[in-house]
């Protein structure tokens, strides 16, 4: 952080003395995120609570060799954080977290549905709000590459074509 005189510190050591590898800062429905490689656990999300502490926000595919890559699209929508991601095991698909109050929260993520099953990816991607929806594109293998919505009151998606 900087003071009135531009003199810069570091703000957080998130690599534990290894070499820093920041990918991306977002701010989202008013907190930072921070996608960054830890030495421990991989590349992986975390926010700047309400401290000016760096906090873990999910660690979506636990172990360092095993990282979750990148975490893409984050959107704040009814409350929540999405984003798409893979945690090694579903391939990259759309998740919601609670949005951080403070640094004791726990954060509950859940993945929103595994729209193309199994470890293939759905890659749902262009997240965008509109009229109270979230509506994104994802690749389905018997649907291909569509329009689908989510509705805050539930967490199924659906496919536009009807
Ligand atoms: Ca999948």
């Known amino acids: 952080m900087c003071n009135a005189q531009m003199e810069c510190s570091i703000l ?18 008013g907190v930072l995120y921070i996608t960054a490689v830890n030495n421990t656990i991989g590349t992986e999300l975390f926010y700047l609570d309400a401290r000016g502490k760096v906090q873990l926000m999910a660690d979506m595919n636990p172990g360092r060799p095993s990282g979750s890559g990148t975490f893409q699209d984050l959107t704040f929508f009814a409350g929540k954080l999405y984003f798409s991601a893979d945690d090694g095991t579903h391939g990259r698909e759309m998740w919601s977290c609670e949005q951080p109050a403070s640094s004791d929260d726990q954060h509950t993520c859940e993945m929103v549905q595994d729209l193309q099953p199994g470890a293939a990816h759905s890659s749902p991607g262009e997240f965008t709000l509109y009229n109270d929806k ?17 509705d805050p009151r539930g967490t199924r998606s659906t496919d536009l074509r009807g």
């Open 12 to 29: 957080a050591d998130i690599a534990s003395g290894g070499a820093a590898s920041i990918i991306s800062i977002t701010p989202v429905g």
């Open 134 to 150: 979230l509506y994104f594109r994802a690749i389905n293998a018997t649907l291909g590459d569509e329009l689908w919505e989510l």
